[in-house]
Nanobody
Framework: QVLLQESGGGLVQAGGSLRLSCTTS????????MGWFRQAPGKEREFVAA????????YYGDSVKGRFTISRDNAKNTVNLQMNSLKPEDTAVYYC?????????????????WGQGTQVTVSS
């Protein structure tokens, strides 16, 4: 069992930045590739970013490319999502998730552990 806990969400003005963090329990963090997804009210959950086991590969959704950066620190069992140039359409609940696909995955169906989510609200 891997427990994931997100933090760092909040309210920010358009153009601002936020840094989300996801910490994990246990000593198996480096066995999982990690991803971030988001879900806005009335919409399906959307892929945001993913990072491979040791961080050598990263993937981004088209809507966040060039603005968001995913990173991980295996020594601290943490994955981060730096979000810059935020837009109102980035408003959503953001979830971190863990997958056994070593390079990560863009599909939420491939993720086996999920955090509770953290709210990000971007005002215009």
């Amino acid at each position: 069992q891997v427990l994931l806990q997100e933090s760092g969400g909040g309210l920010v003005q358009a153009g601002g930045s936020l840094r989300l963090s996801c910490t994990t329990s246990g000593r198996t963090f480096s066995s999982y590739a990690m991803g971030w997804f988001r879900q806005a009210p009335g919409k399906e959950r959307e892929f945001v970013a993913a990072i491979s086991l040791i961080g050598g590969r990263t993937y981004y959704g088209d809507s966040v490319k060039g603005r968001f950066t995913i990173s991980r620190d295996n020594a601290k069992n943490t994955v981060n999502l730096q979000m810059n140039s935020l837009k109102p359409e980035d408003t959503a609940v953001y979830y971190c998730a863990a997958t056994t696909f070593i390079y990560g995955s863009l599909s939420e169906r491939d993720y086996v552990y999920w955090g509770q989510g953290t709210q990000v609200t971007v005002s215009s």
